[in-house]
Each structure stands twice: as structure tokens, then as C-alpha cells.
């Protein structure tokens, strides 16, 4: 069975990530995201299927670099952990270190692009669109921007 590790920030990247629950009956699935208030209920739905990583938004300037690099050691780690063969995300911050890891190490990479932007690029879509296996966009007015998307439609 293959490996699925589904990976975003809180909040409404991790809402739409959850959209994709229905395939985690399909697949040997791992999910990650930032520990805070709401996602640490999920520990008690997912067991052992869920690990976190630092919470923390460029918006903290001071401490963000510091969040940045511990997240991409535990990102390091939980890679070598996980040995996923495929890694999906919805983005944010959170997940570019772990599809950059994922890259170099052999997983597929599938981008969703996030359904809030609708005519500008994220600053996680611009770096992962060079390398994502399958990079996917929510709305068709983002092709313009991401020529070589596939439009996949709303996850909602």
C-alpha cells in the first residue's frame, strides 16, 4: 500500500487539506501539521497518524527564522520516520520544507494551490511550482499565473 503523507499549516489550509479525508481509507496515510489549540484534538482522532510541527507565521519576524529551521529538522525527521511515496498538501509555509525534503528524497509531489487566492500566487505555490509532480489549482483564472497546472475545481 502506498505511502500518503498530507501535510499543510492550521487552519484553512489544514480545513481544505481535510477535505481529502475520504482517501485516507485508500492509502497507508500520515497526517502533519502545527500544533496549536485547535488541531490538538486531532491527536485524539488520528493516534499515531498525526505528528506536528511548530506554529508560526512570517507575520513574527523575530522568531520566525528560528520556528523555520527547528521545523525543517523535525520536518527531516518526521521524513525519515514516514517515507512517504507520495506528499500532498494545500500549502502553507509549514509544508515547503517537507516537499522540498520529499523531493530530494524520492516522493511524488501534489500541490493544491489555495481556493482563497484567485488571481495572485502564494508565496509556497511560487517555490513548489518549479518541482511538484502535479501541481493543481482551484480556480481556472489561476492557470494564467500557473501555466503548467491542472485545474482540478473546488475541494470544498
Not at 529538522?73 to 517515507?83: E, N, Q
Not at 488571481?119 to 517555490?127: A, D, E, Q
Request: proline share 3%; charged share 20%; glycine share 6%.
Amino acid at each position: 500500500m502506498k505511502k500518503v503523507l498530507f501535510i499543510s499549516s492550521t487552519g484553512g489550509h489544514l480545513s481544505e487539506l481535510m477535505m481529502l479525508s475520504p482517501l485516507f481509507e485508500k492509502y497507508d496515510y500520515h497526517i502533519i501539521t502545527e500544533k496549536t489549540k485547535s488541531t490538538e484534538s486531532l491527536k485524539t482522532k488520528y493516534k499515531k497518524r498525526i505528528d506536528y510541527l511548530i506554529y508560526g507565521t512570517k507575520d513574527h519576524i523575530f522568531s520566525y527564522p528560528f520556528k523555520l529551521f527547528a521545523n525543517c529538522l523535525k520536518s527531516f525527521y518526521l521524513y525519515l520516520k514516514i517515507k512517504p511515496d507520495f506528499i500532498i498538501t494545500t500549502g502553507a509555509h509549514t509544508a515547503g520544507p517537507m516537499c522540498c525534503i520529499g523531493k530530494l528524497l524520492g516522493s511524488k509531489i501534489i500541490y493544491i494551490e489555495t481556493f482563497a487566492n484567485i488571481h495572485t500566487k502564494t508565496i509556497t505555490g511560487r517555490l513548489i511550482y518549479y518541482f511538484a509532480d502535479l501541481f493543481i489549482v482551484q480556480w481556472k483564472s489561476m492557470l494564467e499565473l500557473y501555466p503548467k497546472a491542472t485545474y482540478g475545481g473546488w475541494i470544498y
